[in-house]
């Protein structure tokens, strides 16, 4: 067997190494599948040198030095050196260990379908990581045949995955394939990541040319993907590419992604250095870079927030005592910011909580709104920046968010446009009974008051147009 097209490179073997090299196909608990120039087989690890903590666990797509054994089982003696591996937060760890999902592989293959699956937050998640491994990451939207133009699908991809490339793809047409081609040269390693059901296994069928692989129809009650891929393997293909496939995953924890996270948020951190303050939490601090971004419309407040929860994911497994300290830090902040609300779910349940205005610094009861929800100050009609979707209180932003409009509702009800002086975002909030009406309607009519051009001139057009 030709040992080589499996990309081997002798000069990654150790001067001192014993045993044969070999490339690991398949992993089943302690078992290991592998090729090498003697054929293919099981090996089980030499105990004393692995758990021991000597050598790195070996991984799908790892090379390794083998006892070679044609009767029997062989043993695996050493992990060789990798030039990429991937990673997770190992789901059955409790945030104390990864999880190896593959090694020694040039690209990643990030795949979302352009039916149910497509979520940005999921996307920065996978690139991160695939940053992270060391590999460059391609961003393959698949399913490209069940819309009827993708253009939207690939400029919102776009906006997520920074100087990657993005290409819609379709397994069963094959349209946009002939794109692949760059990749897939003979020698190189691909791995595929993606949620069940995005089209996996459909995309190596489509670059085998054959039925490699058991693909599953979607599920119609809820979108989701059928496991097809019960484990990672790798299969060589007949044009001499590789391709390791992974088993979909729900759940992607960050594990050592410090470096993933500096490429996959570039255009975040591009802002830390150009903040007043040399230690700017990029919280409340005047002169806050990050935050002007936000306001101004350059960065959107939910790739912020998105930052952040992979930032703190990531300092599990860089610092765990670290992590805890701040993570019970910031529960204390989010207890005393909302004692009330971590008792009710205000999706669906009213608020009726008091509070001080944090503008004009009234004490706001609910008695007198005249509706289930009181969410802003009667007097100066302020508000807080607490909620992502009404009443699930998820913002990290708590900026103020002052009125700025009002609109009419298709049943006549008067409704106030709020603008977050932080982060720019606009909401929609009922007026209440107690509302300063004088106020409502300066307002309302603010328009009409400072309008763009001289309102005599509005009765010239009509005599004109008589």
Same mark, same amino acid.
């Not at 040992?3 to 608990?29: E, H, L, M, Q, W």
């Not at 695939?130 to 819309?147: I, Y």
């Not at 410090?258 to 230690?279: A, H, P, T, V, W």
């Not at 009181?374 to 009609?381: D, E, F, K, V, Y």
């Given at each position: 067997?030709?040992?080589?097209? =499996?990309?081997?490179?002798?000069?990654?073997?150790? %001067?001192?190494?014993?045993?044969?090299?070999?490339?690991?196909?398949?992993?089943?608990?302690?078992?290991?599948?592998?090729?090498?120039?003697?054929?293919?087989?099981?090996?089980?690890?030499?105990?004393?040198? =692995?758990?021991?903590?000597?050598?790195?666990?070996?991984?799908?797509?790892?090379?390794?030095? *083998?006892?070679?054994?044609?009767?029997?089982?062989?043993?695996?003696?050493? @992990?060789?050196?990798?030039?990429?591996?991937?990673?997770?937060?190992?789901?059955?760890?409790?945030?104390?260990?990864?999880?190896?999902?593959?090694?020694?592989?040039?690209?990643?293959?990030?795949?979302?379908?352009?039916?149910?699956?497509?979520?940005?937050?999921?996307?920065?998640?996978? +690139? @991160?990581?695939?940053?992270?491994?060391?590999?460059?990451?391609?961003?393959?939207?698949?399913?490209?045949? !069940?819309?009827?133009?993708?253009?939207?699908?690939?400029?919102?991809?776009?906006?997520?995955?920074?100087?990657?490339?993005?290409?819609?793809?379709?397994? %069963?047409?094959?349209?946009?394939?002939?794109?692949?081609?760059?990749?897939?040269?003979?020698?190189?390693?691909?791995?595929?990541?993606?949620?069940?059901?995005?089209?996996?296994?459909? *995309?190596?069928?489509?670059?085998?040319?054959?039925?490699?692989?058991?693909?599953?129809?979607?599920?119609? %009650?809820?979108?989701?993907?059928?496991?097809?891929?019960?484990?990672?393997?790798?299969?060589?293909?007949?044009?001499? &590419?590789?391709?390791?496939?992974?088993?979909?995953?729900?759940?992607?924890?960050?594990?050592?992604?410090?470096?993933?996270?500096?490429?996959?948020?570039?255009?975040?951190?591009?802002?830390?250095? /150009?903040?007043?303050?040399?230690?700017?939490?990029?919280?409340?601090?005047?002169?806050?870079?990050?935050?002007?971004?936000?306001?101004?419309?350059?960065?959107?407040?939910?790739?912020? #927030?998105? =930052?952040?929860?992979?930032?703190?994911?990531?300092?599990?497994?860089?610092?765990?005592?670290?992590?805890? !300290?701040?993570? #019970?830090?910031?529960?204390?902040?989010?207890?005393?910011?909302?004692?009330?609300?971590?008792?009710?779910?205000?999706?669906?349940?009213?608020?009726?909580?008091?509070?001080?205005?944090?503008?004009?610094?009234?004490?706001? &009861?609910?008695?007198?709104?005249?509706?289930?929800?009181? /969410?802003?100050?009667?007097?100066? $009609?302020?508000?807080?920046?607490?909620?992502? %979707?009404?009443?699930?209180?998820?913002? $990290?932003?708590?900026?103020?968010?002052?009125?700025?409009?009002?609109?009419?509702?298709?049943?006549?009800?008067?409704?106030?446009?709020?603008?977050?002086?932080?982060?720019?975002? +606009?909401?929609?909030?009922?007026?209440?009974?107690?509302?300063?009406?004088?106020? +409502?309607?300066?307002?309302?009519?603010?328009?009409?008051?400072?309008?763009?051009?001289?309102?005599?001139?509005?009765?010239?057009?009509?005599?004109?147009?008589?």
């Amino acid at each position: 067997m030709n040992f080589k097209k =499996y990309g081997f490179c002798p000069s990654t073997i150790p %001067k001192d190494a014993n045993g044969i090299p070999a490339r690991i196909t398949a992993v089943n608990r302690e078992r290991y599948e592998f090729v090498c120039e003697a054929g293919t087989g099981l090996a089980h690890l030499k105990a004393g040198m =692995y758990y021991a903590g000597d050598e790195a666990f070996p991984t799908t797509g790892d090379f390794v030095m *083998l006892d070679w054994q044609s009767a029997g089982e062989s043993r695996i003696l050493q @992990t060789l050196s990798r030039k990429s591996f991937f990673a997770r937060l190992d789901p059955s760890s409790s945030g104390h260990g990864a999880q190896a999902v593959a090694a020694n592989f040039d690209y990643v293959f990030i795949l979302q379908s352009l039916d149910r699956d497509f979520n940005p937050r999921r996307l920065e998640r996978y +690139l @991160t990581l695939a940053w992270s491994s060391g590999a460059v990451p391609v961003v393959l939207l698949t399913k490209a045949d !069940r819309v009827s133009d993708d253009s939207s699908w690939l400029r919102a991809a776009g906006e997520v995955a920074v100087e990657v490339d993005v290409l819609a793809i379709s397994s %069963k047409t094959a349209y946009g394939i002939d794109q692949l081609g760059k990749y897939l040269l003979p020698g190189t390693t691909i791995v595929l990541l993606g949620s069940s059901g995005v089209g996996k296994s459909s *995309l190596i069928n489509a670059l085998a040319g054959k039925e490699m692989m058991e693909t599953a129809e979607i599920r119609e %009650k809820d979108g989701r993907g059928r496991h097809t891929t019960t484990r990672r393997q790798l299969l060589l293909l007949k044009s001499g &590419v590789m391709v390791i496939d992974t088993p979909g995953m729900r759940e992607l924890g960050m594990w050592d992604a410090e470096e993933g996270l500096s490429k996959s948020f570039s255009d975040i951190e591009q802002y830390f250095g /150009n903040c007043k303050f040399r230690d700017c939490k990029h919280l409340s601090e005047p002169g806050c870079a990050v935050k002007a971004a936000i306001q101004f419309g350059e960065l959107s407040q939910s790739h912020w #927030e998105n =930052y952040l929860k992979l930032r703190n994911e990531n300092q599990i497994g860089d610092n765990k005592a670290g992590y805890l !300290r701040a993570k #019970e830090q910031r529960f204390k902040e989010i207890a005393k910011f909302h004692k009330t609300s971590r008792k009710n779910d205000y999706r669906n349940e009213p608020c009726n909580e008091s509070f001080i205005c944090k503008v004009c610094s009234t004490c706001v &009861v609910p008695e007198d709104a005249g509706s289930q929800h009181r /969410n802003h100050c009667p007097c100066c $009609l302020s508000s807080i920046h607490i909620d992502n %979707k009404p009443g699930d209180r998820a913002s $990290l932003c708590k900026g103020i968010m002052e009125p700025i409009g009002m609109w009419v509702r298709k049943n006549g009800e008067w409704a106030i446009i709020h603008r977050c002086r932080s982060c720019g975002i +606009l909401h929609s909030n009922r007026i209440a009974a107690d509302d300063n009406s004088t106020l +409502l309607m300066s307002i309302a009519v603010k328009p009409l008051a400072q309008p763009p051009f001289p309102l005599w001139s509005m009765g010239e057009s009509i005599e004109v147009s008589n």
